[in-house]
Structure formats: C-alpha cells, structure tokens
C-alpha cells in the first residue's frame, strides 16, 4: 500500500528534463573543450628563428658577417652549429663566432651574431674571397636549419 503514497505525485516534466540534458552536456562540452585546449597548446609548441638582417663588412684583413635574428616561434630555441657553405664553421681554421655554441635564443628574444673569417691570401683554395657569396646556416637542437646567403664586400 505504499505505493498509493506516491500514485499522485508527479514528476518533473519532460521539457523541462529535456532542458535540463542539455544544459549540463553544453557545461561538460565546454569543460572538455578548455581541457582538451589547455593540452593542445603544451604539445604544439614550436620554434622559429626569422634572419632580420644580414650582412658582411671588411675591416683589418677580415670579414665580419653580422646576423640579426629574433625567435618569433612558441618555445625556446637553441642554436648548436652554424654551416658555412655547407660545412660547419669549425672546419675552417680561420673562422671564429662571438658568441659560444650553443646559442639560447628565448621566445620572444633577439641576439646578434658575428662570424669573423680572416683573408687568406696566399692561398688559392680558401673559399672566402671579395664578391663570393657565402650560405650562412644556422642549425637547431631540434633539427630546424634557417639558411641565408650574403655576399663577401
């Protein structure tokens, strides 16, 4: 007879059931949606080095080739060799950087680098002379390679 307790209750509409479903999927939609944001935003994250500007002068018997380059990417970059023509920089013997391999560059931040290449006149072979354009690449820890060209003054 308990049952008769409850025989004249009523439930809850369904429309209002119904508004009830779907404001609280809309609440854990958005939820997840954020969550699922706040994930995408840890794993995407990516460096970019952009060359402002580069180029060469010739002072005392050497060339100073000056790089400009800002991160404009989402994580830290680190610079761990520069190639000049394809080679690493520390095959040649009279090429020096003033900066210290590796080379940190943070989001947002700007550096300059300076590659001094000394004249070598005496030798024929050596591959820096007046008018020759040079490849300067700088490569990253993780993989990227930003290449630029600039001729020798």
């Known amino acids: 007879m308990a ?3 409850y025989a004249n209750k009523r439930g809850i509409s369904p429309v209002v059931a119904t508004v009830i479903l779907v404001a609280v999927t809309i609440v854990v939609a958005v939820a997840v949606a ?12 990516f460096e970019k080095l952009e060359i402002t500007s580069i ?14 380059l800002k991160n404009t990417g989402t994580a830290d970059a680190t610079i761990d060799n520069i190639l000049l023509n394809g080679k690493p920089y520390t095959t040649y013997n009279n090429v020096s950087i003033s900066s210290t391999i ?8 700007s550096t300059t680098i300076t590659i001094s290449i000394l004249e070598k006149s005496s030798v024929s072979s050596w591959p820096f002379q007046h008018g020759v354009s040079v490849e300067v690449r700088l490569h990253s820890a993780a993989g ?6 600039v001729t020798l003054p």
């Open 102 to 109: 590796p080379i940190s560059v943070k989001v947002g931040q």
């Open 144 to 149: 990227q390679e930003y290449p630029k060209t």
């Open 34 to 45: 954020y969550w699922m944001g706040g994930l995408t935003s840890i794993y995407t994250r």
């Open 55 to 68: 180029y060469a002068e010739y002072l005392d018997s050497k060339w100073n080739i000056t790089i400009a």
């Open 3 to 5: 049952w008769r307790v």
